[in-house]
């Protein structure tokens, strides 16, 4: 399975982006998806899940109201939807996918929020 992020960049307080996260090489729908993300110095956290049968999500307790999670499985993309972004949100985000045992990192992509 890869994973390949995009979106990410350098955008001023308020703004807003959207992460997309293109996934490959399965044949079968991933079960459970989600983003996480690391500051320098900090552990890598959860932002976000998608449960992709279900639909459910689950949010950060600093991102709920302002980011949302999404998923395409015809496309077989993952989105994350960043509004009313602050400089604490910079961080390299990653796209994980998870089934059965197994799971995959991408390589992440930087968003870096300016005051």
């Known amino acids: 399975v890869q994973l390949v992020e995009s979106g990410g960049g350098l955008v001023q307080e308020g703004g807003s982006l959207r992460l997309s996260c293109a996934v490959s090489?399965?044949?079968?729908?991933?079960?459970?998806m989600g983003w996480y993300r690391q500051a320098p110095g900090n552990q890598r956290e959860l932002v976000a899940t998608?449960?992709?049968?279900?639909?459910?999500?689950q949010y950060a307790n600093s991102v709920k109201g302002r980011f949302t999670i999404s998923r395409d499985n015809a496309k077989n993309t993952l989105y994350l939807q960043m509004n009313s972004l602050k400089p604490e949100d910079t961080a390299v985000y990653y796209c994980?996918?998870?089934?059965?045992?197994?799971?995959?990192w991408g390589q992440g992509t930087q968003v870096t929020v300016s005051s």
């Open positions: 998608i449960n992709s049968g279900s639909g459910t999500t």
């Open positions: 090489g399965v044949t079968f729908s991933i079960p459970a």
């Open positions: 994980r996918a998870e089934w059965g045992l197994y799971g995959s």
